[in-house]
Nanobody
Framework: QAQLVESGGGLVQPGGSLRLSCAAS????????MGWFRQAPGKEREFVAQ????????YYADSVKGRFTISRDIVKNTVYLQMNSLKPEDTAVYYC?????????WGQGTQVTVSS
């Protein structure tokens, strides 16, 4: 099981940017798909973006396509989520997750608040 620790959340004005980081430890990620999910108050957790660790292929939810970019640094064992043109509806706790026969590994989450 991989241990995942998120960072980089905070308060940002609409239209602003944030970059989230997810540091992974505990095992190699070669066979993993790494992803970001989010959960807004009173709503279910939803998928945001994912990246295959080995090949770097990406996939995004329609709601963030063109605004968010997921990437990874193999040397640092870290996954990033660059979030641009943020909207109030992007406000949520953002979770990093690892997929290997299911989304089994989860971080504790980092709060992102988009407000003026």
């Amino acid at each position: 099981q991989a241990q995942l620790v998120e960072s980089g959340g905070g308060l940002v004005q609409p239209g602003g940017s944030l970059r989230l980081s997810c540091a992974a430890s505990g095992r190699t990620l070669n066979s993993y798909v790494m992803g970001w999910f989010r959960q807004a108050p009173g709503k279910e957790r939803e998928f945001v973006a994912q990246i295959t660790w080995s090949g770097g292929s990406t996939y995004y939810a329609d709601s963030v396509k063109g605004r968010f970019t997921i990437s990874r640094d193999i040397v640092k064992n870290t996954v990033y989520l660059q979030m641009n043109s943020l909207k109030p509806e992007d406000t949520a706790v953002y979770y990093c997750a690892g997929h290997q026969s299911g989304w089994r590994d989860w971080g504790q989450g980092t709060q992102v608040t988009v407000s003026s």
